[in-house]
T-cell receptor
Framework: DVKVTQSSRYLVKRTGEKVFLECVQD?????MFWYRQDPGLGLRLIYF???????EKGDIPEGYSVSREKKERFSLILESASTNQTSMYLC?????????????FGPGTRLTVT | GEDVEQSLFLSVREGDSSVINCTYT??????LYWYKQEPGAGLQLLTY?????DMKQDQRLTVLLNKKDKHLSLRIADTQTGDSAIYFC???????????????FGRGTQLTVWP
């Protein structure tokens, strides 16, 4: 079974702090994704990566950066956390090219910025 | 998310069938997916269908695809209280340039099952 793990389930940070969210997958997937989920807005893609050291902006990259130094690990960085970044953050991975491109999700990190 | 649309809420009584609908706009979609999200958890892949299929059945789940109308539905037979969750429709596209492998999600349908 594919396993995607995220470093924290719950995180509370102060405005202006630098925040690191870590995601690890154990299935040698090429693609990894970071989403944020807010009520009524569904999932919005922040960044994704299709290979080590490669990244592409998603729909809402402002205020975020990412790092992928190893294939299994994809980090989301909030350079200076703000209250409007309070959200649920979901990481996913997928095999690409693959038979059906389905994404496998981690359990999520609920981040609160005060 | 604007390419994939779902109604936001659905309520059913335990034992009834639930039908969750989804429409999409990309005619080059190759796969369409249904995910389930329970409270406080990540998304779990329920099933997917290739775009050249009309129907796929997996135990209590039936997926119907009308490619002409770009309409996808998920039917859950004998709905149980444990089926209460948010259900997301998603599609992949074979022709979106560098975003190959990306999925496009709807906003999710909150299914509430009443005992």
């Amino acid at each position: 079974d594919v396993k995607v793990t995220q470093s924290s389930r719950y995180l509370v940070k102060r405005t202006g702090e630098k925040v690191f969210l870590e995601c690890v997958q154990d299935m040698d997937h090429e693609n990894m994704f970071w989403y944020r989920q807010d009520p009524g807005l569904g999932l919005r893609l922040i960044y994704f990566s299709y290979d080590v050291k490669m990244k592409e902006k998603g729909d809402i990259p402002e205020g975020y950066s990412v790092s992928r130094e190893k294939k299994e690990r994809f980090s989301l960085i909030l350079e200076s956390a703000s209250t409007n970044q309070t959200s649920m953050y979901l990481c996913a991975s997928s095999l690409y090219p693959g038979p059906s491109y389905e994404q496998y999700f981690g359990p999520g990190t609920r981040l609160t910025v005060t | 998310g604007e390419d994939v649309e779902q109604s936001l809420f659905l309520s059913v009584r335990e034992g009834d069938s639930s039908v969750i609908n989804c429409t999409y706009t990309d005619s080059s979609s190759t796969y369409l997916y249904w995910y389930k999200q329970e409270p406080g958890a990540g998304l779990q892949l329920l099933t997917y269908i290739f775009s050249n299929m009309d129907m796929k059945q997996d135990q209590r789940l039936t997926v119907l695809l009308n490619k002409k109308d770009k309409h996808l539905s998920l039917r859950i037979a004998d709905t149980q209280t444990g089926d209460s969750a948010i259900y997301f429709c998603a599609e992949s596209s074979a022709d979106r340039g560098s975003t190959l492998g990306r999925l496009y999600f709807g906003r999710g349908t909150q299914l509430t099952v009443w005992p």
